[in-house]
């Protein structure tokens, strides 16, 4: 049996509007005699850059990939909407493409009108939608609106009759571009189901999305896309572990800049500026409310400085991005110009709120201060970081007992908790469910 | 191309529900609905005979009477031909939506437009026919057999053009501007408000004999508006075969640039 999909050394450019190629202008053309050489791009852009992928007869295949990595491409490439630069594709059957909802319907007439129209656009006779469009009505659960000029449609209806249209067309092949973000909880549901019908009758689906857990259920097959080249392929739980692991590096990437720029701005603030805020960390003046105030910045005299704050994972490299229950080092480097004797070291955890996740200081913990004096390292090592996922920020001072801010850097450093578990809150205690016999559940490992 | 060609065949059932839904379309709303296919023509009708009558008396040959209805012979048609160009010209971009989104034969969308302005003048007629025979212009089958033929051979002639403009334009936006001036041009380049006997003999009338909607105004006149048989055949057989030419060199000039469309519009 041949593939029902095959791509082979697809590579798809793109022409790039720069600032000439966009007034290009029949007299232009014609003025310097390039009219056809014109029609030609000079500035392109590969969308896909030598893609193969087979798709077998029946199989749900996924492509997933970052905004921009050339899938809609790819999947236009396939319906044939767009032509591939080089390489072929070759397609067995009937395709259907849902790439967008509805894009056929005229707004002035009635949805049962343009229900036929659309229907015969997509590639199905008169009388096949005449067959089908009880059916159709049915599903896009629009049977009291059908006489109705679609103008004047939610966008909701509009897209449910579309996709009503589209997978009744009845095809071999059904190629999905990310269209079940719409709709409401059941309709997508109903959505889900009609695929897994379709996958059932031996249909081959081609589903571009960005619902990882969609492709992970769903798909027998997934392609990564990464800059219009195909990354890897294979078992939808593979690929999508390595897509996400290369997502969390880049947005480690992001992270360590955004730190590293931070801690510059923070490096050229003025030595004197020591606003009214008090320590939020010992909480000794400022009433609580000023300690969810979330104004990042540096003050204090620096008579003992703060000249690095690191965040370190498990292994002791520098990270940004952690998993809820790893272990975290914030490792401070301080440096005092002239030795002293009273000083405090805290630390604060806030979350993208701004609430204060926790804070302590070696005040509160019972170190009395004795001496610093030149440079030194400070660790504050965390056994297991206990947070639910999300963005959090980190304050870092050295002050005195009573409050007086050596250096003070607020909400400057941030890093990023990742969790596979979609709880909520902040805090994740570690914990365990347990059930009586009479109470049975199942535990379903993905 | 030619593979492409036959099969526009098979997408004639989208052809026809795409006019029909042109054309449900475009008076959805209005009061007098399809009335008005029948009401513009008359109007214009109204407006010549006025203009042509009370504000500029004696322009015209006085054995042209009356001088209204000669002119509709050659308005309605030159009306299908010029609303169709400028239709056509912007028909890619306004659905591109459709070329982008759906796989589409774009071809289809200038043919529709094309057959949309052809039902609209096809229902001008009657309007037409009410006034040849209000004026009792005497109308012979043997001439009117001819009718179908002058229809076709226009038919050919516009879509072949609309093909190529509405294929440039995605290129070029310009051509839409350029196209309203020139059809305002090619107006007054053909004979419809005056008859071909006025053209100066010589370079001038072989100019006008260049153009090819000369053909046709003169064609529709001699079969609708002038006694005696038609004598204009020959040309219009030759610009049949014009047409033809016209039409297979816009659907090439369409299918090499296919491809590029779902990228421009």
Known sequence: MPPAIEVVGVTKIYRRYSRRRQFATLKSALLSGTMLRDLRADETFPALRDVSFTVPQGATYGVIGRNGSGKSTALKVVAGIAKPTAGHVRVQGRVSALIELGAGFHPEISGRENVFINGIMLGLSKREVARRFDEIVDFAELRDFIDAPVKTYSSGMYMRLGFAVAIHVDPDVLLVDEVLAVGDESFTHKCLDKFAALRRRGKTILLVTHSLNLVERFCDEALWLEAGTAKISGDPRRVVGAYITAVEHGEERLLAAENARAREDAASAPVESVPAVSDP?????????????????????????????????????????????????????????????????????????????????????????????????????????????????????????????????????????????????????????????????????? | MLRNLAQLVRYRGLIQSLVARELKARYRGSVLGFFWSFINPLLLLLIYSFVFTVVLPGTHPAELQPFAL??????????????????????????????????????????????????????????????????????????????????????????????????????????????????????????????????PAGLGRQLLNLNPFTHLAVSYQEILFYRGPFGHWKWLLALGAASGAVFFAGYFVFDRLRDSFAEEV
């Open chain 2, 70 to 199: 000669f002119m509709f012979c050659g308005i309605l048609p030159w009306t299908w031909f010029s609303s169709s160009l400028i239709e056509a010209s912007n028909v890619l971009m306004s659905g591109g939506n459709l070329i982008k989104k759906v796989l589409f034969p774009a071809e289809v969308l200038p043919i529709v437009t094309v057959l949309a302005n052809m039902v609209h003048f096809l229902f001008g007629l009657p309007i037409l026919a009410a006034f040849l025979v209000y004026y009792r212009v005497p109308l012979q089958f043997s001439e009117l057999a001819w009718f179908p033929a002058v229809v076709a051979v226009q038919l050919v002639l516009t879509i072949g053009l609309a093909l190529i403009i509405s294929a440039l334009t995605v290129h070029f936006r310009d051509i839409r501007d350029i196209l309203s001036n020139l059809l305002t041009f090619w107006f007054f380049a053909t004979p419809i408000i005056y008859p071909m006997s006025l053209a």
């Open chain 1, 281 to 446: 960390v010992t909480g000794t003046e400022a009433p609580p409310a000023d300690g969810f105030r979330a104004a990042e910045g540096r003050w204090g005299s620096r008579e003992v400085e703060i000249a690095g704050v690191r965040l370190l994972g498990g292994d002791g490299q520098a990270a940004h991005l952690f998993h809820s229950g790893d272990a975290v080092t914030v490792e401070i480097d301080v440096r005092a110009a002239e030795p002293v004797r009273d000083f405090v070291f805290g630390i604060g955890i806030f979350n993208a709120d701004g609430v204060c996740c926790y804070g302590t200081n070696t005040d509160l913990e019972r170190f009395e201060s004795e001496e610093l004096s030149g440079s030194g390292t400070v660790s504050f090592a965390i056994e297991r970081l206990e947070l639910t996922e999300g963005t959090y920020k980190l304050d870092v001072a050295v002050h005195k007992r009573d409050g007086y801010p050596y250096d003070y850097h607020r909400l400057l450093y941030t890093f990023r908790v990742k969790s596979r578990t979609k709880d909520v809150g902040i805090y994740r205690p570690r914990h365990q469910w347990r059930f009586s016999p009479t109470i049975r559940l199942r535990l379903v490992l993905e």
